[in-house]
């Protein structure tokens, strides 16, 4: 079963642009997951979409948004670019299942704003 | 606020040994636990999970949890080099509301 896609792999952007990234979800998994991982803060979550609507949200601007298409298929978007803006950013899938939770990752896509 | 803590080491441990990795979580309505590996300019692997207390194995690793004691270790017997890699605790709050809650991670040296 193919894992986790993320696309483009490497960004680099100049301060106030946009940009928005893409994920493909683990065949059957209905549950994605965004994160970003820099040195300093680690691993923070951004928000999850399951069946097409956000579930959660982590605590970033409103800079930040995503969807989710009705395949599964997820994007997110982050508007006027800070330089604090870069950093890996991680696509996790998950069946979303009532006992259970675990997410799997991406390869990520590496952001560099400058 | 939602806290996971680790030690970031480098923990440092002879090949063939066990390395114990440990982590501690703040929200007492937590109820799933999560292992990760990353090497290094990889994303996260996912290793282990648990989500009742006692141990849990699978191959060479054992996770443990003790949520009176907010606690959540894993145990790796007979270490490999390909072993050393950062390795993140994560937590999944109670009730749906959050996503996973990430440890910044141990940094674990195989040596052989």
């Known amino acids: 079963k193919a894992g986790v896609t993320q696309t483009p792999r490497y960004l680099i952007k100049t301060r106030g642009q946009q940009v928005t990234l893409s994920c493909s979800p683990i065949?059957?998994?209905?549950?994605v997951s965004w994160y970003q991982q820099t040195p300093g803060q680690g691993l923070q979550f951004l928000f999850e979409y399951f069946s097409e609507t956000q579930r959660n949200k982590g605590n970033f601007p409103g800079r930040f948004s995503g969807r989710q298409f009705s395949n599964s298929r997820s994007e997110m978007n982050v508007s006027t670019l800070e330089l604090g803006d870069s950093a890996l950013y991680l696509c996790a899938s998950s069946a979303r299942g009532r006992a259970s939770y675990e997410q799997y990752f991406g390869p990520g896509t590496r952001l560099t704003v400058t | 606020q939602k806290e996971v803590e680790q030690n970031s080491g480098p923990l440092s441990v002879p090949e063939g040994a066990i390395a114990s990795l440990n982590c501690t979580y703040s929200?007492?309505?937590?109820?799933?636990f999560f292992w990760y590996r990353q090497y290094s300019g990889k994303s996260p692997e996912l290793i282990m999970f648990i989500y009742s207390n006692g141990d849990k194995e699978d191959g060479r690793f054992t996770a443990q949890l003790n949520k009176a004691s907010q606690y959540v270790s894993l145990l790796i017997r007979d270490s490999q080099p390909s072993d050393s890699a950062t390795y993140l605790c994560?937590?999944?709050?109670?009730?749906?509301?959050?996503?996973?809650?990430f440890g910044k991670g141990t940094h674990l040296i195989i040596q052989p």
């Open positions: 994560a937590v999944k709050g109670g009730g749906g509301a959050d996503g996973l809650t």
């Open positions: 929200d007492r309505g937590s109820q799933s």
């Open positions: 065949s059957g998994h209905r549950s």
